[in-house]
């Protein structure tokens, strides 16, 4: 099943893309595994995935240690409190979802120790949902200065999520927020702060996310299907 998915998707990536004048090898593809059982992340990766989104440290730590060996780019998506980054680094290829000024000084910090730099993205709360963390539209811009001085954290883009049942019209001004804010964003940092990354649009919005210029979609129902409950 999840291999008849994946192609569903790769399929709907692609025509995506190609309505937008744009190719679907640019896009990369992030299988949302939360929840999810080895077995099926297993099968996934035999299906031909390896980029893989997390959103808690400690789900994202298991499973990185039950496929030491796969090959996966482990991404975490979700909320990351300080108190974790020291075992997260280790384990992660990027970090989506930097909300706060403590949590890039920390990461950084925590980065130099470790002889590594960290690729994350800017998660921006673009419609201010109490609901939702992220940097508030206003408060990205003045980052440049901090991100100067972190030598060990690599912003590579920015990351945001439509509001839950969205309709289509409200996922494209999110989304071309977003792409916005990231072009303020270019000109005023300058070339050291290209900002290539978008990460916008899950299952039911993706394809929107794409015409906006998504660069990385996060998608987890549309593969593996409905979503387990959290186990006990």
């Known amino acids: 099943m999840i291999s008849d998915n994946l192609r569903r998707i790769e399929d709907r990536i692609a025509r995506a893309a190609e309505r937008s004048c744009r190719q679907a090898a640019d896009i990369k593809l992030v299988a949302v595994s939360k929840f999810q059982t080895p077995a099926a992340i297993g099968e996934a990766i035999e299906s031909g995935l390896s980029d893989f989104g997390e959103n808690y440290p400690q789900e994202l730590w ?7 060996d796969a090959g996966i780019n482990w991404h975490l998506i979700g909320h990351l409190q300080r108190n974790k980054i020291g075992k997260t680094l280790p384990v992660v290829n990027s970090i989506q979802s930097v909300d706060s000024e403590r949590l890039l000084k920390t990461l950084n ?3 130099q120790k470790l002889k590594v730099v960290i690729p994350v993205l800017l998660e921006v709360n673009i419609n201010a949902e109490s609901s939702k963390t992220g940097f ?7 980052l440049g200065e901090l991100l100067n001085h972190l030598p060990n954290v690599r912003v590579n883009g920015l990351m945001t999520i439509a509001a839950l049942n969205a309709p ?4 494209h ?11 303020k964003l270019r000109a005023a940092w300058g070339a050291e702060f290209p900002l290539p990354e978008l990460s916008m649009g899950m299952s039911g919005d993706f394809e929107i996310a794409i015409s906006e210029g998504a660069t990385v ?3 987890g129902s549309g593969i593996f299907g409905d979503r387990k409950q959290k186990p006990h």
């Open 62 to 68: 298991a499973k990185a240690a039950a496929f030491p």
């Open 109 to 111: 910090q925590t980065a």
């Open 136 to 142: 508030a539209r206003s408060d990205v811009l003045p």
């Open 168 to 171: 289509p019209p409200d996922c």
């Open 173 to 183: 001004k999110t989304f071309s927020a977003l792409r916005e804010l990231r072009d």
């Open 217 to 219: 979609v996060r998608i």
